[in-house]
């Protein structure tokens, strides 16, 4: 069994609640409601020398900081019994002289109140003794406390790398580097200012001493898996955490130097994605044959990102040598920015900025582009450009950031923005290619191996009708084959011979691997006074560089035409066969000579033996049998 990585999801620290209410204070760590504690105001006042007194009154922020119920025990010091003792005391001690002294007055009553003055006195110093102790010991001053005023963040990922594909035809993608960065805009009001002042005089620190101030903390949402433990500015993280934080001597607007009104606070975070260990993004060259002339495409591929959404292609740069020529056409535009050099070294570049992405390619996650060159493109010739691909969403799995204060209450305030980007250069070697060809399946005319298939059968005793087609292409659905259309042509009456001809076309696509296969079902059939007969006709098309494309055409072919031979099969009447007779097995043999169903059939058939095929001849056949990226005018997939 193996164990893939995965970073934690934020929860609380104590008992792995992932409705996190607040952060801790004092331990800075996230906690839920039932492990959360406010402490009370007046009491934190006296007993742990807390935030009232700084201006906090009347904030979203508060002066009463949320703790954890471990932290809450911490805030018990020893100075914290002592005051809690001895303001005891010097309450008890005070009361009983004072209660004694109404007494004497009004009742010329001699109590113990009365007489023992000298104990009461004696309580009443040691209580104050005690008092004044745990001033002394109760513990370190808090920290101080800035209310910034977030705006909309923004967390950018960028991926680096390089693309290469050798004489070879060996595609491989290296990392270069994966950074990331967290950046929270924001600004300081002059109340700030009045905060730090208060600070100082509350605790008496002088104006020349430097403070750490503490501006809240962010949240890391979602199984986030950077490491921070590079430079970062203004922010430490801890677990998920990220303490925001900042020295008032770096922001003069703290200080009485600065008169402004505010002033830019941003908060910075560098990180790295060390997971990532190949590029989302490929891109593969081909060579093809269009119009008589050799066309250059280019093949980008890219991955189904997992929590990324709204792929988009920012800018593909491609770098031809001057010496293959002028460029005569590009798709999408490209020759709107084309540089040229004089030396022998030149390059002409040309970049793709922004181009569109349809449905269907973002369905199949790949784009073509095509340049045609004057001279034509030299096959030792090395490709070289840059592309840059953006998403929606982080590589690093981060969700989302949530602000808190820093006395550890939820801030609502601020958003963030969410991209990711993909850069490589790529360099591609023209030495691997071969030009792309058509692979029709059967063809015994120009391949051996196709003699034994037979394009063409008869189904004797079923008529051709809706319920046949349904069955047909219900098989190829669950068999998991795309059918793109399904058109009934218009029936054809033999009134001399009492019969009617019907005729359907079927089409779809499929995938072997990464090999793109078109196929095409004729199905056709007569009844009427003579018995019922049914034709089926199947043939594949695809286009590949080599054989193994070669063969993944062929392979399709027979898997298809097993599967409807299943389903003609089962529904083949089946004679009764009676003692001493041989059943008939040969229900299914080649068509009949036939007049009126040739025709048709030829009809239907003449667009696949038709070289204008390849040349654009007719457009609505063309969409048939074509690729779906070919429908955006692009070469159909290898």
């Not at 009154?57 to 809450?72: I, N, S, V, W």
């Not at 270069?176 to 009045?194: D, K, N």
């Not at 995938?511 to 034709?535: I, Y």
């Not at 009764?576 to 007049?595: E, F, K, M, N, Y």
Request: charged fraction near 25%; include cysteine; proline fraction near 5%.
């Amino acid at each position: 069994m193996a164990l893939t990585p995965r970073a934690s999801l934020l929860r609380c620290y104590r008992c792995g609640n992932p409705e996190v209410v607040g952060i801790c204070h004092d331990c800075r760590r996230p906690v839920c409601q039932q492990h959360s504690y406010t402490v009370s105001r007046r009491l934190g006042q006296w007993l742990f020398r807390r935030f009232a007194g700084l201006g906090l009154e009347g904030t979203p922020c508060g002066p009463d900081p949320l703790t954890c119920t471990h932290c809450r025990r911490k805030l018990w010091t020893a100075g914290a019994w002592l005051i809690l003792i001895g303001s005891s005391l010097t309450l008890l001690a005070l009361s009983g002289l004072g209660l004694g002294m109404i007494l004497t007055r009004l009742f010329k009553l001699s109590t113990f109140l009365t007489t023992q003055r000298s104990w009461l006195l004696g309580v009443t110093g040691l209580g104050l003794i005690l008092l004044m102790a745990g001033f002394l010991l109760r513990g370190r001053r808090p920290f101080l406390p800035i209310l910034w005023r977030p705006g909309a963040g923004r967390v950018a990922e960028k991926l680096s790398g390089e693309i290469t594909f050798d004489a070879q035809a060996r595609l491989h993608t290296t990392v270069t580097a994966s950074t990331g960065r967290l950046t929270l805009p924001g600004h300081l009001a002059a109340s700030e200012r009045q905060r730090v002042k208060a600070y100082r005089s509350r605790f008496r620190i002088s104006a020349t001493d430097d403070l750490t101030f503490r501006g809240g903390f962010a949240l890391l949402k979602g199984r986030f898996s950077g490491d921070l433990s590079g430079p970062a500015t203004n922010a430490e993280r801890h677990g998920h955490v990220l303490r925001l934080e900042g020295q008032v001597q770096a922001q003069p607007f703290l200080n009485d130097t600065n008169t402004r009104e505010a002033t830019r606070w941003d908060v910075v975070a560098d990180y790295t994605i060390p997971s990532v260990t190949e590029l989302p993004v490929r891109l593969l060259p081909h060579l093809v044959e269009t119009f008589n002339e050799r066309t250059l495409a280019l093949e980008l591929q890219w991955d189904d990102l997992e929590g990324l959404s709204e792929v988009q292609v920012d800018n593909l740069r491609l770098e031809a040598p001057t010496t293959w020529g002028a460029i005569s056409h590009a798709s999408d535009g490209a020759l709107t920015h084309v540089t040229e050099g004089a030396d022998a070294g030149a390059v002409r570049t040309l970049n793709w900025h922004a181009p569109p992405l349809y449905s269907q390619q973002r369905k199949l996650r790949r784009r073509f582009f095509e340049v045609q060159l004057q001279r034509g493109v030299d096959p030792v010739g090395v490709l070289r450009g840059q592309v840059t691909m953006s998403w929606k969403g982080a590589i690093s799995r981060l969700e989302g950031v949530s602000l808190f204060f820093p006395l550890g209450r939820p801030d609502a305030r601020g958003g963030l923005k969410v991209q990711s980007t993909v850069e490589a250069n790529f360099a591609l070697s023209l030495a691997g290619l071969r030009y792309q060809d058509v692979r029709h399946v059967p063809d015994a005319a120009h391949h051996p191996r196709d003699l034994d298939k037979h394009d063409l059968k008869q189904l004797n005793e079923v008529p051709a009708d809706q319920e046949l087609v349904t069955a047909l292409t219900d098989a190829l659905l669950h068999a998991g084959y795309e059918v793109q259309r399904v058109v009934e042509a218009i029936p054809q009456a033999d009134s001399r011979r009492g019969v009617l001809t019907r005729l359907w076309d079927v089409t779809g696509s499929s995938h072997d691997g990464v090999c793109a296969v078109d196929f095409h079902l004729v199905v056709s059939g007569e009844s009427g006074k003579t018995a019922p007969k049914t034709q089926i006709r199947l043939m594949a098309r695809g286009l590949h560089t080599h054989e193994a494309g070669e063969r993944a055409v062929e392979r399709t072919w027979k898997r298809l035409y097993t599967l409807l031979m299943e389903t003609l099969n089962a529904r083949e009447p089946r004679a009764l066969v009676i003692t001493g007779a041989s059943p008939d097995t040969s229900s299914l043999r080649d068509l009949d000579d036939q007049s009126g169903m040739e025709e048709m059939m030829a009809m239907v058939l003449s667009h696949f033996t038709d070289d204008r095929l390849l040349t654009g001849g007719n457009d609505d056949q063309q969409r048939l049998l074509a690729a779906p990226d070919t429908i955006n005018d692009e070469p159909p997939p290898e």
